[in-house]
């Protein structure tokens, strides 16, 4: 990139996956990078988000492998919320001060305050006013909140991730992802939990009869769900909070959690002011990641796109505007197959052709089932329940798998590779993979 007469070549606005994978080895190349973050810097997934809740989760998934096990282990175990909360304190508090000693180690020039656009090139930042020849709006999603009464009553993910005491009763409204990771957690630890469904269905987006096997194994282990069901308001009634709805009579509970989804944070960024086009759904972009204003662009979760807002997404955003910016490339972005998990218990998780267009197109895909418990592998730890799809397309191409299991996670992982290279049995064949592990077993189904 040829240096401007601007302050900068390049200022993102926020400081998570949709900016620092791809501003550190920008700035590294010589490139004149800004940060500009609000907040804590690296954004919602270090701090509050998939680190927390995948460092909460790990004894819940041990605690599963150790019931899975008895008789040949005995014992119970339980786990210690205090200490699980501290735990997961210890292992996140430092990140935003490593991801920001990253980002000024490669010469970033970071920038704390809240950022709004002037023009195509100017950001204010307080009294500080920044110029650039091109920037990135990579600012992220808010939780949704619920407008009905009561609704200052209700909390978001980020007040559970910091809940110092776990409530005895638990009632969460949603069917996404953090809906049902967090029942999941919150049941494991102890908590009377009550899930809320608008719908029908959880996790639209999911192989629906993997869903129900999931919303079965939270059923047996306690968690009460009701599905097509709206809550019309929450009460304050002593110490607890009373729940109302639609079509179920009223309930006490002691913590009320909105998982109703989140949304683009796009409001206040001057966007109106120099002709970013956006919408509900987020920023319009085009297949470079530009926005209405050429030399604008956007990245991560804030983005209006098909594509799974993931961090992994975000990642590969980041990393392509970064070729982009430093001159290695003028392609549009090419997106590849994404994998998607839920961190719950069984996991759930898939990448690439869904189960539900395979199977609505037989003549061009066919789908091979398998019964997790029927792996010996699976048998070693004893897992009972679990199945995946494995889809192929009509020259026999890995182009998408789907599993629930304990180890559906992995297994994906592993068959990642394949769907995204279109491996075929030729290549299959030249795999030699450690045995005995989860990655052996998986590629034995093909």
Same mark, same amino acid.
């Given at each position: 990139?040829? *240096?401007?007469?601007?302050?900068?070549?390049?200022?993102?606005?926020?400081?998570?996956?949709?900016?620092?994978?791809?501003?550190?080895?920008?700035?590294? *190349?010589?490139?004149?990078?800004?940060?500009?973050?609000?907040?804590?810097?690296?954004?919602?997934?270090?701090?509050?988000?998939?680190?927390? *809740?995948?460092?909460?989760?790990?004894?819940?998934?041990? !605690?599963?492998?150790? &019931?899975?096990?008895?008789?040949?282990?005995?014992?119970?175990?339980?786990?210690?919320?205090?200490?699980?909360?501290?735990?997961?304190?210890?292992?996140?508090?430092?990140?935003?001060?490593?991801?920001?000693?990253?980002?000024?180690? %490669?010469?970033?020039?970071?920038?704390?305050?809240?950022?709004?656009?002037?023009?195509?090139?100017?950001?204010?930042?307080?009294?500080?006013?920044?110029? &650039?020849?091109?920037?990135?709006?990579?600012?992220?999603?808010?939780?949704?909140?619920?407008?009905?009464?009561?609704?200052?009553?209700?909390?978001?993910?980020?007040?559970?991730?910091?809940?110092?005491?776990?409530?005895?009763?638990?009632?969460?409204?949603?069917?996404? +992802?953090?809906?049902?990771?967090?029942?999941?957690?919150? !049941?494991?630890?102890?908590?009377?939990?009550?899930?809320?469904?608008?719908?029908?269905?959880?996790?639209?987006?999911?192989?629906?009869?993997?869903?129900?096997?999931?919303? !079965?194994?939270?059923?047996?282990?306690?968690?009460?769900?009701?599905?097509?069901?709206?809550?019309?308001?929450? *009460?304050?009634?002593?110490?607890?909070?009373?729940?109302?709805?639609?079509?179920?009579?009223?309930?006490?509970?002691?913590?009320?959690?909105?998982?109703?989804?989140?949304?683009?944070?796009?409001?206040?960024?001057?966007?109106?002011?120099?002709?970013?086009? +956006?919408?509900?759904?987020?920023?319009?972009?085009?297949?470079?990641?530009?926005?209405?204003?050429?030399?604008? +662009?956007? %990245?991560?979760?804030?983005?209006?796109?098909?594509?799974?807002?993931?961090?992994?997404?975000?990642?590969?955003?980041?990393?392509?505007?970064?070729?982009?910016?430093?001159?290695?490339?003028?392609?549009?972005?090419?997106?590849?197959?994404?994998?998607?998990?839920?961190?719950?218990?069984?996991?759930?998780?898939?990448?690439?052709?869904?189960?539900?267009?395979?199977?609505?197109?037989?003549?061009?895909?066919?789908?091979?089932?398998?019964?997790?418990?029927?792996?010996?592998?699976?048998?070693?730890?004893?897992?009972?329940?679990?199945?995946?799809?494995?889809?192929?397309?009509?020259?026999?191409?890995?182009?998408?798998?789907?599993?629930?299991?304990? !180890?559906?996670?992995?297994?994906?992982?592993?068959?990642?590779?394949?769907?995204?290279?279109?491996?075929?049995?030729?290549?299959?064949?030249?795999?030699?993979?450690?045995?005995?592990?989860?990655?052996?077993?998986?590629?034995?189904?093909?």
């Amino acid at each position: 990139m040829t *240096k401007s007469n601007y302050d900068f070549d390049v200022l993102y606005l926020g400081s998570g996956h949709g900016t620092f994978d791809g501003a550190i080895p920008l700035a590294a *190349k010589g490139v004149r990078v800004a940060v500009v973050e609000p907040g804590l810097i690296g954004g919602t997934c270090p701090n509050r988000g998939c680190n927390a *809740k995948i460092t909460l989760d790990a004894p819940v998934a041990l !605690q599963r492998q150790l &019931a899975a096990l008895k008789p040949v282990l005995t014992g119970t175990t339980k786990i210690d919320w205090t200490a699980n909360m501290a735990h997961k304190k210890a292992v996140i508090e430092g990140l935003p001060a490593a991801i920001g000693g990253l980002l000024t180690n %490669s010469g970033v020039h970071l920038i704390q305050g809240r950022g709004t656009l002037v023009d195509a090139h100017t950001v204010n930042v307080g009294s500080q006013t920044c110029t &650039a020849e091109n920037i990135v709006l990579a600012t992220g999603l808010h939780s949704h909140r619920l407008n009905i009464p009561g609704a200052d009553l209700l909390h978001d993910s980020t007040d559970f991730l910091s809940l110092t005491k776990l409530p005895a009763q638990l009632t969460i409204i949603g069917g996404g +992802y953090i809906a049902l990771e967090f029942a999941t957690i919150a !049941q494991a630890a102890g908590s009377a939990v009550t899930l809320v469904l608008r719908g029908k269905q959880a996790l639209r987006h999911f192989y629906q009869p993997y869903v129900e096997q999931l919303l !079965q194994q939270l059923t047996i282990k306690g968690v009460k769900i009701y599905r097509e069901t709206v809550v019309t308001a929450v *009460k304050r009634v002593g110490d607890q909070c009373q729940v109302e709805t639609d079509t179920q009579p009223t309930w006490s509970t002691d913590w009320v959690l909105d998982a109703t989804g989140r949304v683009p944070n796009v409001e206040n960024l001057g966007l109106e002011k120099v002709g970013v086009i +956006y919408n509900a759904k987020g920023i319009v972009v085009n297949d470079h990641l530009q926005t209405s204003v050429p030399n604008i +662009y956007a %990245s991560g979760d804030v983005i209006d796109k098909v594509q799974p807002r993931l961090t992994p997404t975000a990642i590969f955003e980041s990393t392509y505007l970064m070729h982009t910016f430093a001159g290695e490339t003028t392609a549009p972005i090419d997106y590849p197959a994404i994998p998607t998990v839920v961190f719950t218990s069984p996991r759930l998780a898939q990448v690439g052709v869904t189960a539900e267009t395979a199977l609505a197109h037989p003549d061009q895909y066919r789908v091979v089932t398998h019964h997790v418990p029927d792996d010996w592998y699976r048998q070693v730890g004893q897992e009972t329940s679990g199945d995946n799809c494995l889809i192929f397309d009509q020259d026999q191409h890995l182009v998408g798998a789907t599993e629930v299991s304990d !180890q559906a996670a992995d297994v994906i992982d592993t068959l990642l590779p394949a769907v995204t290279f279109k491996y075929g049995p030729a290549q299959f064949e030249r795999l030699i993979h450690l045995f005995p592990t989860i990655s052996a077993s998986a590629w034995g189904q093909l």
